[in-house]
Nanobody, 124 residues
Framework: QVQLVESGGGLVQAGGSLRLSCAHSGRTFSMNGMGWFRQAPGKEREFVAA????????YYADSVKGRFTISRDNAKSTVYLQMNSLKPEDTAVYYC?????????????????WGQGTQVTVSS
């Protein structure tokens, strides 16, 4: 069993930055691929970024490429999402997810465990 707890969300002005954290407990963190997804009001959940178990592979949605960076610290069992140059369209609830197969993936169906989410609001 895996538990995921996101933190770091909040209200920020356009152009600002936030760093989201996802603390992982349970099954060995270093074996899991990790992903970040988001869901805006009235929209479906969408992929944001993913990282493989080793950190050797990362994937990004086109909408965040060059602005967001996913990273992991296996010693702290934590995955991060550094978000720079934020835009109002980045406003959403951000979810962390764990993929026990280790790859990290774009498709939400590949993930086995999900956190409760953290709200990010970007004002114009």
């Amino acid at each position: 069993q895996v538990q995921l707890v996101e933190s770091g969300g909040g209200l920020v002005q356009a152009g600002g930055s936030l760093r989201l954290s996802c603390a992982h407990s349970g099954r060995t963190f270093s074996m899991n691929g990790m992903g970040w997804f988001r869901q805006a009001p009235g929209k479906e959940r969408e992929f944001v970024a993913a990282i493989s178990w080793s950190g050797g592979a990362t994937y990004y949605a086109d909408s965040v490429k060059g602005r967001f960076t996913i990273s992991r610290d296996n010693a702290k069992s934590t995955v991060y999402l550094q978000m720079n140059s934020l835009k109002p369209e980045d406003t959403a609830v951000y979810y962390c997810a764990a993929d026990v197969r280790g790859a990290g993936a774009i498709a939400s169906r590949a993930y086995d465990y999900w956190g409760q989410g953290t709200q990010v609001t970007v004002s114009s």
